[in-house]
C-alpha cells in the first residue's frame, strides 16, 4: 500500500489479538496476546516490518498472518503472506484507512 498519511497500524488475528505501530512518527510495536505484553514477535506472527513517515491507520484481520512488511518514506508497500493467502499487494496515492478480513485469496492487486 502506497499513501501520503499514516500514523498507525493495528492488526489482530485468533493467535495475536493486537500490534499496534507508530511510524516515524513510527518506531514502536506493541502486541498484546492471551500470554500478555510482547515485542516483534508472537506465536502465529513471525515478522513486522514498518518504515514510514506518515500513514493514518490500516486495520487487518487474518485467521494465520505469516509476515508483514511496510516500506515508506510517505508510506508505504505493505506485503502480507499468510498459509491462506499467497500474496496480498496493494498501492495507492492517498488513503486514510483500510480495513482487510479474508480468509483464502491467492492474488489481489489493488491499484
Do not use: A, R, V, W
Not at 500490534?19 to 502486541?31: A, L, N, R, V
Not at 516483534?40 to 486495520?59: G, L
Amino acid at each position: 500500500m502506497q499513501s501520503s498519511q499514516q500514523d498507525s497500524i493495528t492488526m489482530q488475528s485468533p493467535q495475536q489479538d493486537s500490534i499496534t505501530m507508530h511510524s516515524s512518527k513510527q518506531d514502536s510495536i506493541t502486541m498484546l496476546s492471551p500470554q500478555g505484553l510482547h515485542h516483534q514477535q508472537s506465536s502465529q506472527q513471525d515478522s513486522i516490518t514498518t518504515h514510514s513517515s506518515k500513514q493514518d491507520s490500516i486495520t487487518m484481520q487474518s485467521p494465520q498472518q505469516d509476515s508483514i512488511t511496510t516500506h515508506s518514506s510517505k508510506q508505504d508497500s505493505i506485503t502480507m503472506q499468510s498459509s491462506q493467502q499467497d500474496f496480498f499487494f496493494m498501492q495507492c496515492s492517498k488513503q486514510d484507512s483500510i480495513t482487510m478480513q479474508y480468509s483464502e485469496y491467492n492474488l489481489i492487486t489493488l491499484l
